[in-house]
């Protein structure tokens, strides 16, 4: 009955599919079909006024634009999403008037890279107090890999962030001006993708350590 009830709390008809084998090429294609105004399309799913530039979808991987998720995945482009509250408090201290909470971002791992963050040699010596190139630390990982606790992370690109930011739920409310403040701020970005390089566990307070850049 999981469907049904999630149908009803939600208010509108859902199904639930089990994860089939990467394989099943047919359950994950995408079935959709782009509407004739694409840029119409995409401005509306990225929040995005007409004179706001579009993200550069040419970064993500190819099969995300024919299947509804990588196959044998039920995620929408990369398994994890990493954010700073060193890079969440720049947007915020950017923004009188919008609240900036975790829960509009979703990521899986919140970091504090100005306390738990530790540094190979051959990396910005700063980036341990927050300080490095960028006031959102994560943009300086991507192409660099991060153990935690037991896993180690591979970082690949910056995230460009959606609507969904913008909705309103429980007390937070309809804010467009979210996706104001992430285009004039950081290109309309905030946190960034992953995949797992090691299995392994992780728990909250584990140290975060950043290694050499990976080809």
């Known amino acids: 009955e999981c469907a049904a009830k999630v149908s009803r709390a939600i208010g509108r008809e859902i199904s639930l599919e089990g994860l089939r084998p990467a394989d099943d090429l047919e359950f994950y294609k995408n079935k959709g079909s782009l509407p004739a105004d694409v840029e119409g399309y995409l401005r509306d799913l990225f929040a995005r006024t007409k004179d706001e530039p579009l993200p550069d979808l040419a ?16 995620f929408d482009a ?60 994560e943009f300086d990982w991507c192409g660099k890999q991060i153990r935690i606790g037991g896993a180690v992370l591979k970082v690949t690109i910056e995230c460009p962030r959606c609507v969904m930011t913008t909705v309103g739920f429980d007390d937070l409310p309809k804010d467009p001006r979210i996706m104001r403040t992430l285009v004039r701020e950081s290109g309309g970005n905030l946190g960034v993708y992953a995949t797992i390089a090691v299995a392994g566990t992780v728990a909250v307070g584990d140290a975060v350590q950043l290694e050499p850049a990976t080809s």
Do not use: W
């Open 78 to 137: 990369y398994p994890l999403l990493l954010m700073t509250e060193q890079g969440l408090g720049h947007l915020q201290q950017q923004s009188d008037e919008s609240r900036f909470d975790v829960r509009r971002f979703r990521p899986n791992l919140l970091i504090d890279a100005a306390v738990d963050a530790t540094l190979d040699a051959t990396l910005d010596e700063t980036l341990n107090e927050g300080k490095g190139s960028s006031p959102v630390p």
């Open 59 to 74: 970064k993500f991987p190819p099969e995300i634009f024919q299947y509804s998720s990588p196959p044998g995945t039920f």
